[in-house]
């Protein structure tokens, strides 16, 4: 027997409330982790291995991918295909993994957009990497306006058919194509699960009609970047430290962290602390805290953030007087 042989920790499913998407039967860690940055061909493969078994072992069960996450693209599914064989292939039925397909991902008219071409063949790329026979939810990344919403539809609903993805969903999709989509994978025999669409303390557009919109459907809601990319944690607030994803990626400029960015994420930081809570663990409180939110969708680069993220589920309510003072402060921005 391999003496490094993976075994889940016993009380994995003991801290964890676990949340219903939307009025479908499956539950949801109110934490997810998603593997856009750092489990890519670049970053260290122990380092990787060893958040996402850290995650599992803390009751956190979906994992999020793309098929462009990497870099190089198609490599973080790369990642987590090898620690699939290596250590959660005995978990597999108690795992959530989720892939995309919409971005650019190869070169020439087929490798980007929503067409049936790109879908179905990008996700038989995906299901290669991760070693998988199935994923449980698919997503188109985006509304591609260049193509007809049927045809992106119709490939999802065939996805299902073809037992390639038990569910399917939606990500970046403004509300009337979201209302457009959902009616299209209804008529086809298809319940829409969730919705993945951007939300943050800095960031609330879903709650101008699409969040009401997703409670209607009765699907779910799974945000992404509830952090804002770090900015909403502790870790800007004395410059930008070298291994952080301001100074690594160029998804997140250094140029916008600005002195009036950071003086309101010093005033939020004392709202939290006054709470007993980090930043990082406030920001997610501020995001679960509304019953339509299905999960919370974070990044990590250390085992140390996911135990400070979920930390976040211990206080999962404001005072009407806390609220408006964060709405005080975040108006400034
Ligand atoms: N559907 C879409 O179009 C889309 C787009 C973007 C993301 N996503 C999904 O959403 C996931 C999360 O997005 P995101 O990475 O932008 O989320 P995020 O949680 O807002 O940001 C994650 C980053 O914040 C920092 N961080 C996390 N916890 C921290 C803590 N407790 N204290 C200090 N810093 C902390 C880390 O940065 P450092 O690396 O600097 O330490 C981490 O990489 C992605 O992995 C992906 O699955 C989807």
Same mark, same amino acid.
């Given at each position: 027997?391999?003496?490094?042989?993976y @075994?889940?920790s016993?009380?994995?499913y003991?801290?964890?409330?676990y949340?219903?998407?939307?009025?479908?039967?499956?539950y949801?860690?109110? *934490? =997810?982790?998603?593997?856009?940055? $750092?489990f890519?061909g670049?970053?260290i493969?122990?380092n990787?291995?060893k958040?996402l078994? /850290?995650?599992?072992?803390?009751?956190?069960? /979906?994992?999020?991918l793309?098929? $462009?996450?990497g870099?190089?693209?198609?490599?973080?599914e790369e990642?987590f295909?090898?620690?699939?064989?290596?250590?959660?292939?005995?978990?597999?039925d108690?795992? &959530?993994?989720?892939?995309?397909?919409?971005?650019?991902?190869?070169p020439?008219p087929?490798?980007d957009g929503?067409?049936?071409?790109?879908?179905?063949?990008s996700?038989d790329q995906?299901l290669?990497?991760?070693?998988?026979e199935? *994923?449980? &939810?698919?997503? =188109? /990344?985006?509304?591609?306006?260049?193509?007809?919403i049927?045809?992106?539809t119709?490939?999802?609903?065939?996805? +299902?058919?073809q037992?390639?993805?038990?569910?399917?969903?939606?990500?970046?999709?403004?509300?009337?194509a979201?209302?457009?989509? *959902?009616?299209?994978?209804t @008529?086809?025999?298809?319940k829409?699960?969730?919705?993945q669409? @951007?939300?943050s303390?800095?960031?609330?557009?879903?709650?101008?009609?699409l969040?009401d919109?997703?409670?209607?459907?009765?699907?779910?809601?799974?945000?992404?970047?509830?952090l804002?990319q770090?900015?909403?944690t502790?870790?800007y607030?004395?410059g930008?430290?070298?291994?952080?994803?301001?100074?690594?990626?160029?998804?997140l400029?250094?140029e916008s962290?600005?002195?009036?960015?950071l003086?309101?994420i010093k005033?939020l930081?004392?709202?939290?602390g006054r709470r007993g809570?980090?930043?990082?663990?406030? =920001?997610?409180?501020?995001?679960?805290?509304?019953?339509?939110i299905t999960? +919370?969708? +974070?990044?990590a680069?250390?085992t140390?953030?996911?135990?400070?993220?979920?930390?976040?589920?211990? $206080?999962?309510?404001?005072?009407?007087?806390e609220?408006?003072?964060i709405e005080?402060?975040?108006?400034k921005?």
């Amino acid at each position: 027997m391999k003496e490094d042989l993976y @075994r889940a920790s016993t009380d994995r499913y003991n801290n964890i409330k676990y949340n219903k998407t939307g009025k479908s039967g499956l539950y949801l860690p109110p *934490v =997810s982790l998603g593997l856009w940055h $750092n489990f890519g061909g670049i970053d260290i493969y122990e380092n990787s291995r060893k958040l996402l078994i /850290h995650a599992f072992n803390k009751g956190i069960t /979906h994992f999020d991918l793309a098929n $462009n996450y990497g870099p190089p693209e198609g490599s973080a599914e790369e990642t987590f295909g090898r620690v699939l064989m290596a250590d959660f292939k005995p978990y597999r039925d108690e795992m &959530i993994i989720s892939t995309k397909a919409g971005y650019l991902m190869w070169p020439g008219p087929y490798g980007d957009g929503g067409s049936r071409k790109y879908l179905i063949s990008s996700l038989d790329q995906s299901l290669k990497r991760m070693h998988l026979e199935y *994923v449980d &939810i698919f997503y =188109s /990344h985006r509304h591609d306006v260049n193509t007809p919403i049927e045809e992106t539809t119709s490939a999802l609903i065939d996805i +299902v058919r073809q037992g390639k993805a038990l569910y399917v969903g939606l990500s970046n999709y403004a509300e009337d194509a979201t209302d457009k989509a *959902v009616d299209l994978l209804t @008529r086809g025999g298809v319940k829409c699960l969730i919705h993945q669409p @951007r939300y943050s303390l800095f960031d609330r557009w879903i709650e101008d009609g699409l969040l009401d919109k997703l409670e209607d459907e009765g699907m779910g809601c799974i945000v992404y970047s509830p952090l804002s990319q770090g900015l909403l944690t502790d870790k800007y607030l004395s410059g930008i430290p070298v291994n952080s994803r301001a100074a690594r990626a160029h998804f997140l400029k250094p140029e916008s962290i600005t002195p009036e960015k950071l003086q309101i994420i010093k005033q939020l930081n004392e709202v939290a602390g006054r709470r007993g809570q980090t930043l990082a663990q406030m =920001s997610l409180a501020w995001v679960l805290k509304d019953p339509r939110i299905t999960s +919370v969708l +974070v990044g990590a680069s250390s085992t140390l953030q996911i135990d400070d993220n979920l930390k976040c589920l211990e $206080n999962l309510t404001f005072s009407r007087e806390e609220l408006k003072e964060i709405e005080e402060i975040i108006s400034k921005k």
